[in-house]
């Protein structure tokens, strides 16, 4: 197997304690925000084009934890968007209220605009432990996987339901470790295959699950 990350298109997050506030380009506040309010980050990433005969195994969001507040195990839960508001978000306009500038999200806060399915989840430490921490969305580790392609553009929210008193900052895009979309795959496998006395040869490729023979004799005709 092998590792390939995508594109970071935008990011920025949004609290109900600022709500009229844009927070592009500041360091990511998730959780627990004033006491009583939540910060919600928001993400929109392209996978990679596909690098030869490959078959994606495994998405992760990756998001590098930096510091925070509060000593409670929280889950953060990541989400995904498949249609507007969800997918035509803002990151230098959108606010707790608005997605893009004077237009509203369907209810403040923005998730009802996100499929409510937890694709996935990072729970936090007891203590801060910076690094970065994974949100599988697709494969190993996925609680709801989805089944992305190559090249595909995808929205994601992440969110902390039950925060009070919790909440953990990470690095944008404007900082050093900005957030990652990291695809696992695997690729066709081939074998070259010779008599002992050299007058057969045969290359064996698999490509997606599809076997492939090419069997030469030793004039090199094709067989």
Known sequence: M???????????????????????????LLGDHGGSDQARGLFKFTLPANPGSATITDVVVKLYLSGGNGTSAVDFNIY????????????????????????????????????????????????IITGYKD????????????SLNWGDTVNFMVRAPS???????FDSSSQTNPPKITVTYTVGATSHIKSADGILIANIKSADGILIANIKSADGVTN
């Open 80 to 127: 995904n968007g498949t249609s507007t508001p969800a997918t035509t978000w803002v990151d230098s306009q959108a606010t707790w209220n608005i997605y893009k500038t004077s237009t509203n999200w369907t209810a403040s806060g923005g998730f009802s605009d996100f499929v409510s399915t937890i694709l996935g989840k990072w729970t936090s430490d007891t203590s």
């Open 2 to 28: 092998a590792t390939i990350d995508g594109t970071l298109n935008q990011d920025t997050y949004i609290t109900g304690y600022q709500p009229t506030t844009n927070q592009n380009g500041n360091t990511l």
């Open 163 to 169: 925060s009070a008193g919790t909440n953990r900052y």
């Open 135 to 146: 949100f599988a969305v697709q494969g190993s580790g996925a609680i709801n996987p989805l």
